[in-house]
């Protein structure tokens, strides 16, 4: 499989594009007695709040500040989603709403990027029905944002670049500006080979290519030295980390080498295939004390004639050994999933099959999706005669079913003592501090020496559908 590693000499290229804009924005801050202002706005998943993170730190090489709201700012990067139609609505309305203010200050830089730009039909709509957009650029040109930004600065007319090879780029030694705090997103690889049927995501972030596990490690130990203790390793499928690699290495080899790096941190992933998952992979697990005991496993239905539909390439019986071998290795698993109700064609008893299996399993958290039709899948052209409100309905029991099965775990947590990490403060003034268990679950906590970024042990007082409340023992 062909990668495609962005050359040093072109990263070191982009760098004189953001010296240069830094010295441009010097000048003008001077002129105007403060610094000049970025906002970015993040759409979808957590790659791409990692990608916003990244055009962060490029801004803030080039001179920008942090801007509270878009009508501060002299830049505006807007960083959408495809995978559901309702994210696309959202990021162009608020494209829209953009268009008085780019009458009022004709010189702010309005900039569209990710996923949703990167589809075929996009450049041309945005084209036509959004002239108030000055950069657009998709995920293959994330690396190029400062060469695109000075472009525009110095007088080019609209920059449009979603071009880029469907293999897809890795760009190392770019900045990256996180938040501070307890967490950390780590990009371990990016795009996908899987073609779910019903998924944009192959189409618009290309094959999957895994980074270097050296740059991974090297990642890791910086992040730890800057006090970082909550860190999510993230690719669209990591159990298929290292299949493009020369080194011969999986993910689960890689998750030894994460837990060898010295220092009291905890190291999550996401996103797991069932397909690829592994009892190598559970079996890891269970053996790294550093890696949280927390599982994201979407199952997405538990029909499996849905399934074959999707293209997924597992059965629900496979799904449910998985499970249980998991949870053998790890009896205090936190378990998570990804659902989709109302694919095309899907029966009432497709959907009792996803229903019972939801009943069976008892997730700690679900994350339930209405089937949104993204055109270029393959599922956009599957017959779809269900009506809205049967899905809508198949929904809502879908989550009164969940609802009551987290409640009873959640119950099941009282009395009982769990190692946290405190992460912030919460609204509430009798448990005013918030933490997170090891599986990722919402603990609002009281009691002597707690403190915000430290592991502590709570006793859990009392319960309620979203949040554990828990005292210092
Ligand atoms: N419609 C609804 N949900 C979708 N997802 C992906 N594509 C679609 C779609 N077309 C959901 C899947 C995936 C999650 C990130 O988003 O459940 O796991
Ligand atoms: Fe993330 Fe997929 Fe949305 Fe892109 S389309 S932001 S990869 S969820």
Redesign the pocket.
Known sequence: MQKTVVSQEQIAHQYEYMQFIARMNAQKAEVCGHKLRAFTQTFG?QQNEADTQRIAGMLDEMGYEKAESAQQADVIVINTCA??EHAESRALGNVGALSHLKKARPDVTICLCGCMVQQEHMPEKIKKSYPQVDIVFGTHALWRFPELLYRRLTGDKRVFDTSGDAAGYIAEGLPILRDGGTKAWLSIMYGCNNF?T????PYVRGRERSRDPQQIVHELEQLVAEGYKDITLLGQNVNSYGKDLDTPIDFSDLLVRLNAVPGDFLLRFM?SHPKDASHKLFDTMAACDKVAKQLHL?F?SGSDTILKRMNRGYTATHYRELIAYARGKMPDLTLSS???VGFPGETEQDFEQTRALVDEIGFDML?T??????SG?P?ASMPDDTPHEVKQERFERLLRTQDERVQARQDAYAGKCLRVLVDGTSKGTEYPLTARTEGGLLVCCAGDGLKIGEFAQVRIEKTSLRCLFGRSV
């Open positions: 998943c995978v559901r779910c019903y998924c944009i995501v996103t979407p997405q990804d659902i989709i994350y999706f209405l089937y949104s039709k993204r899948t599922a």
